[in-house]
């Protein structure tokens, strides 16, 4: 007879055959919970989730590789104050890249004009497709831009002062749909093969 530990569990000696906790079915569970988790989910153009994506791509102390941006460059016409160089973290920014596509595909000006490139200004940028106003302030615009407009992703390029304070957008952005519009479902069950590649 095997002999109780503190906690009232038989503890056992030297021979005995210890079974796992988990058995095949558990672990098969644990497997598929793991892929559905690590799947692509489309999230909605807001303040938090802009926020929360910019947080992730910033530069930390650990970071391995680096990469700098600005949005308003001396050499388009814009002073040295104006001139604000954001670092971010080129990994990050590229496991991040299909969440910062999927919100810029929820901005108004690519649902009118896909696959065209036009020159926005900064209030273009708050729109979304469904003519709301997504962002209240400037930040989490200018933090949409930031994730944006670098090197590793390249989605917009910097704003020009003689362009009328304007920046264009890649002809790469497609149109995609909030979660929380009623076309939503229809539209992911056509789309999401394309989303969910790697």
């Not at 670092?87 to 999927?102: F, G, M, P, Q, V």
Request: hydrophobic share 35%.
């Amino acid at each position: 007879m095997m002999k109780g530990n503190k906690f009232g569990a038989e503890t056992a000696r030297q021979g005995d055959r210890v079974v796992g906790i988990l058995d095949d079915d558990d672990l098969m569970e644990i497997a598929q919970l793991v892929e559905e988790a690590n799947k692509f989910k489309p999230q909605e153009l807001n303040e938090a989730n802009v926020q929360a994506i910019f947080d992730r791509c910033l530069k930390k102390e650990d970071t391995k590789e680096v990469v700098r941006t600005a949005l308003f460059t001396t050499l388009l016409g814009y002073t040295d104050e104006e001139e604000i160089v954001i670092a971010l973290d080129k990994d990050a920014l590229r496991k991040n890249e299909k969440n910062i596509r999927y919100l810029y595909g929820q901005l108004k000006s690519i649902h009118i004009s896909p696959n065209e490139t036009i020159r926005q200004s900064l209030d273009d940028f708050r729109k979304t497709y469904m003519n709301t106003i997504w962002a209240q302030s400037r930040s989490p615009v200018l933090e949409l831009l930031y994730l944006g407009s670098n090197s590793v992703l390249g989605f917009v390029a910097p704003f020009s002062k003689t362009q009328n304070d304007t920046i264009t957008v890649s002809k790469t952005i497609t149109p995609t749909l909030s979660p929380k519009d009623p076309a939503f479902p229809a539209w992911w069950e056509q789309h999401k093969a394309e989303w969910e590649v790697d």
